[in-house]
């Protein structure tokens, strides 16, 4: 297992000033980085060498997600093809900057849109034409060396994929081999009883694990999540992958316009050091 932290641990947006932040992962121990991205991150070509480079000489993994500005009507699960082909234009420029980054891989909501919700009872075509979008996806990023990862949300962020189940379901119906899955504790509480099972339903296509806490703060024993569960299910399907810490920094005003209201990160040192340790000692690593 590897061990990673998104960058919302530290920074709302990406910029040269970020950079030292890698070195502060490298430093904490960590072998992989996730950078949120979006229309709000300017990524130019001197921050994408920069960046590629940084992490390179760190030997630092990177990923990148959607997490920034992300235009509604660039959906491939919309009902209106010119919104599905927005959608998937969108994508594209993210998996075209990942290829810049030598990211390993594009995970995110990417099968709809993180804050749209219908509620009805979802048309017979619905997931059809997600997996037919996601068979795109795959196949342009196939052919540029990025994975494509998909993450089940809570029912408050989407009502496409809030369970593994429904995860595998998509993943069969797209039916391609760079397609995988991630799953998030935080996400999961909301959705799942059962976590071991959660994590060995998707087990061959288990590329990344999102660690917090029931209210988005640090992975502790003293929380919701059901850690022996996670740890017995990630033994037990020997993962390989990544575990990465996420939250949102909370020592301004980033949470709350994330809509949390709350203080789980004040410092994203204290929270990977904090969080590291409870899980090494969980899986036996310590």
Not at 164 to 176: F, G, I, S, T
């Amino acid at each position: 297992m590897i061990f990673g932290a998104h960058s919302f641990l530290f920074t709302e947006f990406w910029t040269r000033a970020s950079l030292a932040i890698l070195d502060k992962a490298r430093e904490l121990g960590l072998g992989v980085f996730e950078i949120g991205v979006g229309d709000d991150v300017a990524f130019d070509q001197d921050l994408i060498e920069q960046t590629r480079q940084r992490a390179e000489s760190l030997a630092l993994d990177l990923m990148i997600s959607p997490g920034g500005a992300w235009p509604y009507e660039c959906d491939i699960a919309s009902e209106d093809p010119h919104e599905r082909s927005l959608g998937l234009a969108w994508h594209k420029q993210q998996l075209d900057l990942a290829h810049a980054l030598h990211a390993k891989a594009y995970a995110g909501a990417i099968y709809g849109h993180p804050g749209t919700i219908k509620r009805r009872i979802p048309p017979v075509d619905e997931l059809p034409r997600v997996a037919e979008g996601l068979h795109e996806l795959a196949s342009y990023g196939q052919r540029l060396g990025v994975k494509v990862v998909l993450e089940p949300m809570s029912r408050f962020r989407t009502h496409l994929i809030n369970t593994p189940e429904q995860a595998l379901k998509v993943l069969d119906l797209a039916n391609h081999e760079n397609l995988y899955a991630l799953l998030d504790s935080y996400h999961l509480i909301t959705e799942i009883r059962d976590y071991e099972k959660a994590i060995k339903v998707l087990a061959p296509k288990l590329f990344s694990f999102h660690a917090c806490e029931n209210d988005r703060s640090v992975p502790a024993a003293n929380g919701l999540v059901p850690w022996q569960q996670v740890f017995k299910a990630l033994k037990d399907i020997d993962f390989k992958g990544y575990i990465l810490f996420e939250s949102y920094h909370s020592a301004g005003d980033f949470a709350y316009r994330r809509g949390l209201f709350q203080n789980p990160c004040p410092d994203g040192e204290v929270f990977i050091r904090e969080g590291i340790s409870f899980l090494k000692r969980g899986l036996g690593l310590s």
